[in-house]
C-alpha cells in the first residue's frame, strides 16, 4: 500500500477554490503528522499547513492562513486542504507528507517528515 497519495488538483481562476486531498494508508496514518508542502519550478518547498491525526491544533503558513483549511477523516485515513480565494501566488505543486513527530513547533522543515506523496498540480489564472 502507497504511503500517501494526493489528488484533487486541478486549474481555477483567481477566488476560486479547491480541495485536495491525501489519502494515506492505515499505517501512515496512525497518530502521525500529515504536512502539506507546495513547490514551484527554481523554487524552495514551500510548508502550508500540519494537522496532526491524533487531534491538537493544526498548523497554517501566514501566506494561508484564513484561506486554507486542513481537516482529517479518520475513517478513511484521508486529510484534506480546502484552499479558498486561490490566487496566481497559489499555483504549484502540491505535496503532502507523514511524519511521526513532525507536528511541533518545526513543523514546517522538510526534514520533520519521512515520506512523501507524487504531488499534485494547483494552477490558477488570473
Known amino acids: 500500500q502507497v504511503p500517501l497519495v494526493e489528488s484533487g488538483g486541478g486549474s481555477v481562476q483567481a477566488g476560486g477554490a479547491l480541495t485536495l486531498s491525501c489519502a494515506a494508508s492505515t499505517d501512515t496514518y496512525r497518530a502521525c503528522c500529515i504536512g502539506w508542502f507546495r513547490q514551484t519550478p527554481g523554487k524552495e518547498r514551500e510548508a502550508v499547513a500540519a494537522?496532526?491525526?491524533?487531534?491538537?491544533?493544526?498548523r497554517y503558513a501566514d501566506s494561508v492562513e484564513g484561506r486554507f483549511r486542513a481537516s482529517r477523516n479518520d475513517l478513511k485515513t484521508t486529510v484534506y486542504l480546502q484552499m479558498n480565494d486561490l490566487t496566481p501566488a497559489d499555483t504549484a505543486m502540491y505535496y503532502c507528507?507523514?511524519?511521526?513527530?513532525?507536528?511541533?513547533?518545526?513543523?514546517?522543515?522538510?526534514?520533520?517528515?519521512?515520506?512523501w506523496g507524487q504531488g499534485t498540480q494547483v494552477t490558477v489564472s488570473s
Open positions: 494537522i496532526y491525526t491524533g487531534g491538537g491544533a493544526i
Open positions: 507528507a507523514s511524519g511521526r513527530w513532525a507536528c511541533g513547533p518545526n513543523w514546517s522543515l522538510e526534514s520533520r517528515y519521512d515520506s
